[in-house]
């Protein structure tokens, strides 16, 4: 049973440069959350999608940060122009929406490092 | 606005030294206190959720306690292997948002 996959895994780009990150929930889980982990800030929720539609995005930093889930089976987080202080660890976590008050289940993260 | 803070922030335990890890909070409206271990490099891993206070929780050498402000992960004999960091979570109102403590370093020497 797969769970949770995103990739790429690590990501190094310039100052400027568009980065995406991708996330394939886990099959049948209708709910898909975007993190961000940073040693200052911990992990902080950035987007919620419900049935592939956005319900909270209160959490994107600004509008370089753009999230889509255009199907059940995968969603990108989009950063245009990147800069170094997006350099942290993003990570993808999914659930089935009947299950809301129990555990989201993460993915690996991607490492985005921006220079 | 929900809280969550976590002490100690690192904690260095002999292997066999019983300890355990707190976690307070602030929430309008407890719908779920989570527990998760994380990895070097990976992502969070589900251990436990708590809904009520009084509520108890064990898996192996861990046990989790909640009451109406803090939860405690009660670490008994531990193993080098449980070295990781020990993240906190609540869930308050809403039936989607986890807020997050910044986590436990935990380094169990052999």
């Known amino acids: 049973d797969a769970g949770v996959i995103q990739s790429p895994r690590h990501e190094v780009t310039e100052m400027g440069q568009e980065v995406t990150l991708r996330c394939k929930p886990i099959?049948?889980?209708?709910?898909l959350f975007w993190y961000r982990q940073t040693m200052m800030r911990g992990l902080e929720l950035l987007i919620y999608?419900?049935?592939?539609?956005?319900?909270?995005d209160s959490g994107m930093p600004e509008d370089r940060f753009s999230a889509k889930m255009p199907n059940a089976s995968f969603s990108t987080l989009k950063i245009q122009p990147s800069e170094p202080r997006d350099s942290a660890v993003y990570f993808c976590?999914?659930?089935?929406?009947?299950?809301?008050?129990?555990?989201?289940?993460f993915g690996p993260g991607t490492r985005l490092t921006v220079l | 606005e929900d809280q969550v803070t976590q002490s100690p922030e690192a904690l260095r335990l002999q292997e066999g030294e019983s300890s355990s890890l707190n976690c307070s909070y602030t929430?309008?409206?407890?719908?779920?206190l989570f527990w998760y271990r994380q990895d070097p490099g990976k992502g969070p891993e589900f251990l436990f959720t708590?809904?009520?206070a009084g509520e108890e929780k064990e898996k192996e050498r861990l046990k989790a306690t909640l009451t109406k402000k803090e939860s405690f992960l009660h670490i008994t004999a531990p193993k080098p292997e449980d070295s990781a960091t020990y993240l906190c979570?609540?869930?308050?109102?809403?039936?989607?948002?986890?807020?997050f403590g910044k986590g436990t370093l935990l380094t169990v020497n052999p």
């Open positions: 929430v309008s409206g407890l719908r779920g």
């Open positions: 976590a999914s659930r089935p929406l009947a299950d809301s008050y129990n555990e989201q289940f």
């Open positions: 708590l809904y009520s």
């Open positions: 999608f419900n049935n592939n539609v956005p319900i909270d």
């Open positions: 099959s049948g889980h209708n709910s």
């Open positions: 979570a609540v869930q308050g109102g809403s039936n989607y948002k986890l807020t």
